[in-house]
Nanobody, 121 residues
């Protein structure tokens, strides 16, 4: 089994910064794409940023303000959020594709439990 543990959410003032972390652990053979999504009540979950072995991709709304990175030794993905705006307020979920030691040939998608980020104006 695979567990994802998120940390780093909370309350921050507009213009401030916050860093989210998501650590994957358990029966992991390999990790492929890692990413962050966010969701506000009444809206669909949206992609914020994702990172593969060689590339990163950002939603237009966060380009130039957010930076995604990963530590392949620790199987951890980070989201550095700078110049935060009130519209960044949401529950943030990490998303990781894992090849498990169970013998599966496919990367399985896993979600973190979500962490609330609230930006006060």
């Amino acid at each position: 089994q695979v567990q994802l543990v998120e940390s780093g959410g909370g309350l921050v003032q507009a213009g401030g910064s916050q860093r989210l972390s998501c650590a994957a652990s358990g029966s992991i053979l390999s990790v492929n794409a890692m990413g962050w999504y966010r969701q506000v009540p009444g809206k669909q979950r949206e992609l914020v940023a994702e990172i593969t072995s060689g590339a990163t991709h950002y939603a237009d709304s966060v380009k130039g303000r957010f930076t995604i990175s990963r530590d392949n030794v620790k199987n951890t993905v980070y989201l550095q959020m700078d110049s935060l705006k009130s519209e960044d307020t949401a529950v943030y979920y990490c998303n990781v594709f894992v090849l498990e030691r169970s013998g599966s040939r496919y990367y399985a998608e896993h979600w973190g439990q979500g962490t609330q980020v609230t930006v006060s104006s």
